[in-house]
Nanobody, 124 residues
Framework: QVQPVESGGGLVQAGGSLRLSCVVS???????AAWFRQALGKEREFVGA????????NYADSVKGRFTISRDDAKNTVYLQMNSLKPEDTAVYYC??????????????????WGQGTQVTVSS
């Protein structure tokens, strides 16, 4: 079974930056990927997604202009560059992958494979 593995989380001050990485091994065909997050006591929410080609991306309004999703298929890795972080960005961040993914998808049920998550904490 394919399981994405996230890394790069940590503690950062407001206004700072972090880059999350997600290694998606085991997939032999093209795949779409996304990042979701879940704050304590809240539902999991969409952050950003990228198509299998890497040409198309989509973001939640709350992170648009601050976060950037990208991919390096030679390394089977998807990235989430997070700039201008705010305390409300504090959450566990999850990487998700799906077969195909020629478009961009933002619903939880549209993804097959999920990582264990990495904690991001932004202090004020």
């Amino acid at each position: 079974q394919v399981q994405p593995v996230e890394s790069g989380g940590g503690l950062v001050q407001a206004g700072g930056s972090l880059r999350l990485s997600c290694v998606v091994s085991g997939r032999t065909s093209s795949y779409g990927a996304a990042w979701f997050r879940q704050a304590l006591g809240k539902e999991r929410e969409f952050v950003g997604a990228i198509s299998s080609s890497g040409i198309s991306t989509n973001y939640a309004d709350s992170v648009k202009g601050r976060f950037t999703i990208s991919r390096d298929d030679a390394k089977n890795t998807v990235y989430l560059q997070m700039n201008s972080l705010k305390p409300e960005d504090t959450a566990v961040y999850y990487c998700a992958a799906r077969s195909g993914g020629y478009s961009v998808y933002y619903r939880i049920y549209e993804y097959d494979d999920w990582g264990q998550g990495t904690q991001v904490t932004v202090s004020s």
